[in-house]
């Protein structure tokens, strides 16, 4: 689990996040989410240690994160996986060297061993036969497979995942959604989504919490964005005409 | 100010390039790449330009000769002290700040905008090292395109002295050993050593700390050329006050 607690960010004087309270729990799914420029990508930043928070603190499960010397800090970074938004594959690495590479890094396993693991996760993430192909001749939907299965391939506690949908079309959108809701469920993993995709809400956010100009100001499940009394969050969920004519519906 | 700040940075980046240390089994093979892009792959463009400069130098020299008092040995001697002490280890240095230091650029520039450096920095590696420490480690076999260098450059002045003739062979040859001081090879050594490293380290800089986008990829790629051939003219000095003088 993920605990926030007052978290405060800004550059230049200028106030990102404005005393952040959340709870990312274990084996869901967790979204932020909220418009372009609400501060998403910044606390996303901060939970991978990427932006030292101006103050209030992060917990994985009990270890501070902002109490922990850099040393200790790239420790936990290794029980941490992420995906990025355009995937971040290493461009001079095929698929296979792409996935191996954290294994490399951080493990004494022997080459057999390594490629065990990684057939293992590319089968997870449905890319068979995709092992010596370059990042550049795969499409968007299965860089993501690949930046996913990186991200799993050491078994991480927590994992991150920054707009993994974006650039992709609804079909494989929902494709790479449930890919990583199950992911989570399957190995207890606490995942943190950050998007903007009302789809996504809607498809696997088991807790949801919303971001508006660096404040967090709605909390939920997805069961519960019909009930909202906050103007902001419908404002927001209600600009996509689907969820609107929803609601019309679930109110008749 | 900021000027002072970037020299700050650079040094800062320096000092966490030399921090904790990636695995040699990942690092290996990453020196032998930059050693092929980086070192071999340059081969042909030094050995095409110290050819020719080194022929025209000649050229220029002989040409200059008017008085038929100057003995035409002279053509030899100008040419080696030209292209040993001065266009090998410096202009070359310069030419290949465009070639080699914008492919340090544009490479680390793209893996930043492409957040594959914030990757790495996520799976908790020193990213200073895993970048910039093979590609110093591939240029410390600079010296040797320097070498290669200065040979074809004096080869360049002597087939153009000789087929053109301007002098004799046995004149050029006899002129490439006259009054030879064994410490201007170290000195052109030296510098180029000093050189390689900020070949190395200064558009790795430009790459690392880039902001923006594919647009200041290439922006990135001429401000590392300007500084690095900047910063060799201006070290170029200060070795040769020093060790000359």
């Not at chain 1, 996303?44 to 200790?72: A, Q, Y």
């Not at chain 1, 499409?139 to 920054?162: E, H, T, W, Y």
């Not at chain 2, 089994?25 to 792959?41: A, M, Q, Y």
């Not at chain 2, 100008?78 to 080699?100: D, L, N, Y």
Request: hydrophobic share 45%.
């Amino acid at each position: 689990m993920i605990t926030v607690q007052n978290l405060c960010k800004s550059f230049d004087q200028v106030n990102i996040l404005e005393k952040i309270n959340a709870k990312f729990e274990r084996g869901k799914t967790n979204l932020i989410i909220g418009q372009s420029g609400s501060g998403k990508t910044v606390l996303l930043k901060c939970l991978l240690g990427l932006h030292i928070p101006n103050s209030g603190k992060i917990f994985f499960n009990d270890v501070s994160l902002t109490d922990l010397k850099s040393k200790e800090r790239r420790l936990l970074r290794q029980e941490m996986g992420i995906v990025f938004q355009g995937s971040a594959l290493f461009d001079s690495m095929n698929v296979e060297e792409n996935i191996i590479f954290p294994l490399k890094m951080f493990t004494s396993k022997t080459d057999d061993e390594m490629l065990e693991r990684v057939n293992e996760v590319i089968k997870r993430v449905n890319l068979v036969d995709s092992n010596q192909k370059m990042p550049s001749e795969l499409s968007g939907g299965m860089q993501k497979r690949v930046a996913i299965a990186r991200a799993i391939v050491m078994n991480p506690k927590f994992l991150f995942c920054d707009e993994p949908n974006s650039g992709l079309d609804p079909k494989t959108a929902i494709i790479i959604d449930n890919l990583i809701q199950e992911i989570t469920k399957e190995y207890g993993i606490t995942t943190v989504i950050n998007t903007h995709d009302m789809n996504s809400v809607m498809e696997i956010g088991e807790n949801i919490i919303f971001l508006k100009d660096g404040l967090k100001e709605w909390e939920g499940t997805k069961e519960e964005i019909f009930n909202s009394k906050n103007t902001n969050f419908d404002e927001f969920v209600y600009s996509s005409e689907i969820l609107k004519k929803a609601k019309e519906f679930m109110k008749k | 100010m900021k000027t002072i700040e970037k020299i700050g940075s650079y040094f800062l980046m320096l000092q966490k390039v030399f921090g904790k240390f990636t695995k040699w089994s990942v690092l290996r093979p990453l020196i032998f790449k930059d050693i092929e892009v980086l070192i071999l792959g340059s081969i042909g463009i030094v050995a095409f330009i110290s050819f020719f400069v080194g022929g025209v130098v000649a050229i220029q020299t002989a040409l200059n000769m008017s008085n038929p008092l100057i003995p035409k040995n002279l053509i030899g001697y100008a040419t080696r002290q030209s292209v040993i002490m001065e266009f090998a280890p410096t202009f070359m240095s310069i030419i290949m700040a465009g070639k080699v230091g914008s492919y340090i650029t544009s490479s680390i520039g793209t893996m930043r905008v492409t957040e594959q450096i914030d990757a790495l920095e996520v799976m908790g590696i020193n990213t200073y090292n895993y970048l910039i420490f093979p590609k110093i480690i591939a240029l410390l076999l600079y010296p040797f395109i320097i070498t290669f260098s200065m040979f074809l450059g004096v080869l360049g002045g002597y087939i153009a002295s000789v087929y053109g003739e301007f002098c004799s062979s046995a004149l050029f040859i006899e002129g490439i050993q006259i009054d030879f001081i064994p410490f201007h090879i170290q000195y052109a050594f030296i510098k180029t050593i000093i050189f390689s490293f900020l070949l190395a380290t200064i558009p790795a800089y430009h790459g690392y700390y880039l902001k923006g986008g594919a647009l200041q990829v290439g922006k990135a790629s001429t401000t590392s050329f300007v500084w690095t051939s900047v910063v060799i003219i201006f070290v170029n000095y200060i070795i040769t006050q020093i060790l000359l003088v």
